[in-house]
């Protein structure tokens, strides 16, 4: 049995740590606190069902099980092997161990790992009884010794795979933006559904498409098959369906919205209406093929979140600053009375767009130190020279 009620963590992208507490009340998390690259909560069974399903801007759920003695290695398998492991996780399911730890306590984590996962193994024999087996990929349940200096804690993934995969993403794209992140730039700016949204760079479609599926309030787990929970003893197969079909009846299928994706290149916009015909939001996304010279909005006011190629990833593209700066020239020419959000993984670039900054933010972009920054179009936002 796990002790109730449960320590819950849900990490997130750094700097969107308020973005996902308010989303987590909203889902109805009453008592939460917001920690370095996370909010962490005390719940039930059932929020960690909910929590899963729904977070947009959440990454894994952790539930913590219990407190672990790091004195050295010998102690930290002592304090795994008298957990009572056949009342936590169902023995036909797959694990496997991870260990991370703060500060340099242990030389070498991977063997910290060996040494949970032959607590597991030794409990099973000592016992005479069937083991689960060790998967290291893809297992059903991911166990995590998160050692931090002098104090370690055995946590487990609830998810499984991170939340940011919701299975709509099909083809293979050079550059795209995490899921996750999308979402919480969407919820972070306060994007107000009756604003027309632009993404003119639009890529495999990740910012329309979690644009449209908070529109129509489509879980973000919809999709998925698989969760780290289902593998729980406590896991309860009838409580998880009744929650999810709540889930899905909640969808709307009635709202109107204006939200524009384009791209130069055909194959990716040709890929985003694939993707948004899985997300379940094609008919809300108008998509065209367009280079952004000949980019204009269709609409007197509106907003643009937008991910450019910053030349790291995308190394084919020439010519990048000249890309930044006429993008710059068509906010300025051709969007007065907008707000713009650019998504970049190279800071110097966005110098190039040639307007004043209205807010800025460190963001981790891959490996990379990147930047959301927003402009207000406003008539003279154009910086001096
Ligand atoms: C970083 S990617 C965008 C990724 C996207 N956010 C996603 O999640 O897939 C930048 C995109 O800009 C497009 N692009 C490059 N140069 C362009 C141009 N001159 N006009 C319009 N789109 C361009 C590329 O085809 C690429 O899909």
């Known amino acids: 049995m796990i002790k109730t009620p449960f320590k819950l963590f849900l990490t997130c992208p750094r700097g969107f740590e308020t973005t996902c507490s ?43 099980i219990d407190k672990i ?21 169902k023995p036909d399911s797959t694990f496997s161990f991870n260990c991370i730890q ?3 306590r242990f030389k070498n984590t991977h063997y910290i790992s060996l040494k949970g996962k032959d607590a597991i193994v030794d ?18 349940l991911n166990f995590l010794i998160l050692i931090d200096n002098h104090k370690g804690k055995l946590l487990i993934n609830t998810s499984g795979k991170p939340l940011y995969k919701r299975g709509y993403r099909t083809i293979r794209h050079d550059a795209p ?23 003119p760079f639009c890529g495999s479609g990740t910012i329309p498409i979690e644009a449209g599926r908070i529109v129509k309030n489509i879980p973000s787990g919809i999709l998925r098959k698989k969760w780290g929970f289902q593998a729980l003893s406590e896991f309860d197969k009838n409580n998880w369906l009744e929650i999810k079909n709540n889930e899905d009846s909640k969808i709307i299928n009635t709202r109107s919205v204006n939200i524009f994706a384009s791209d130069n290149s055909n194959f990716c916009i040709q890929s985003s209406k694939i993707h948004s015909k899985h997300a379940g939001v094609l008919e809300l996304i108008k998509f ?13 006011n509106g907003i643009i979140i937008t991910n450019p190629p910053y030349g790291i990833r995308l190394h084919k593209i020439q010519g990048i600053n000249k890309l930044y700066s006429d993008f710059g020239d068509i906010l ?15 800071r110097d670039l966005i110098k190039k767009i040639g307007l004043k900054t209205s807010m800025k933010k460190p963001i981790r972009i891959g490996k990379l130190d990147g930047r959301l920054v927003g402009f207000e179009l406003y008539k003279g936002s154009r910086k001096n020279k």
């Open 22 to 64: 308010q989303e987590l009340k909203l889902i109805g998390i009453t008592h939460r606190k917001l920690e370095d690259g996370g909010v962490s909560f005390s719940g039930d069974m059932n929020d960690v069902y909910k929590v899963n399903y729904l977070s947009r801007t959440g990454m894994i759920l952790w539930l913590e």
């Open 69 to 89: 003695n790091v004195r050295n290695e010998n102690t930290i398998y002592e304090s795994l092997k008298i957990m009572k492991w056949n009342e936590l996780f």
């Open 102 to 104: 703060k500060g340099n």
């Open 123 to 140: 409990y099973y024999k000592d016992k005479n009884e069937t083991r689960p087996n060790v998967e290291k990929q893809n297992a059903d």
């Open 177 to 199: 933006i995490n899921e996750t992140l999308a979402a919480c730039i969407l919820k972070s700016i306060d994007w107000n559904i009756d604003t027309p949204l632009y993404d």
């Open 288 to 300: 065209r093929t367009t280079e952004i010279i000949d980019w204009i909005p269709f609409s007197e």
């Open 332 to 346: 300025k020419s051709k969007c007065e009375g907008f707000n713009a959000y650019i998504i970049c993984g190279n």
